[in-house]
């Protein structure tokens, strides 16, 4: 089962990804977590580049290497995890690229982003995707006390944008399920576990 995470800085995504790897870990249920970009040493060298604010990185280059480092992490983690039956759960997936640097940064027109999402995922599509909508003022204010990196850099006009996009994602995606960030993490963790329990008991791999 492939499970993808999505939304803006600050709407809980980590929180959540905790929580639902220790319930699966209670169930017995073999299962791995990534970060995107990230989860293999290219990839992560990649994140390092991005992130830096030091770096002046073009919109387009900024999707070939968001792009790049999610090849190599599908090709050497997820897809042979995903072969031997094991949960892969991923903070960000190509949506985020959709949204940050096809609605956000306007670097390519979206029919090209889906394209190049369609090439850097070896064509694999998640199986759910968490969508952890939030207001742009609530995600400021929880992320307040951290250091901004390059991408958090952008501006409140680029984040409107960028949840824009996710809204039309998920209007537009059958696989997408929208939770409200806002809600108790408690209440979201369950909300989260019942769809995600649901589908590993019509499989037998929980009771």
Known sequence: MFITFEGIDGSGKSTQIRLLYNRLEEHDVPVSVFR???????SESVRNLLLDDQHDVHPVAEVLLFSAA???????EVLPRLEKGEVVVLDRFYDSTTAYQGYGRESLPIDEIRRINKIASLKRVPDITFYLRISLEEAEARR?????????????????????????LAQGEARFVTLEASDGKE??????????????RNHGLIK
């Open 36 to 42: 995107e970009p990230g989860g293999t040493p290219l």
């Open 70 to 76: 999610r090849a190599q992490l599908i090709a050497r």
């Open 144 to 168: 307040s006390e951290q250091k901004p990196d390059r991408m958090e850099q952008a501006g409140n006009d680029f984040y409107r944008k960028v949840i824009s996009g996710f809204d039309r």
């Open 187 to 200: 209440r979201l963790h369950e909300e989260i576990w019942n769809r995600v329990s649901s589908t590993l």
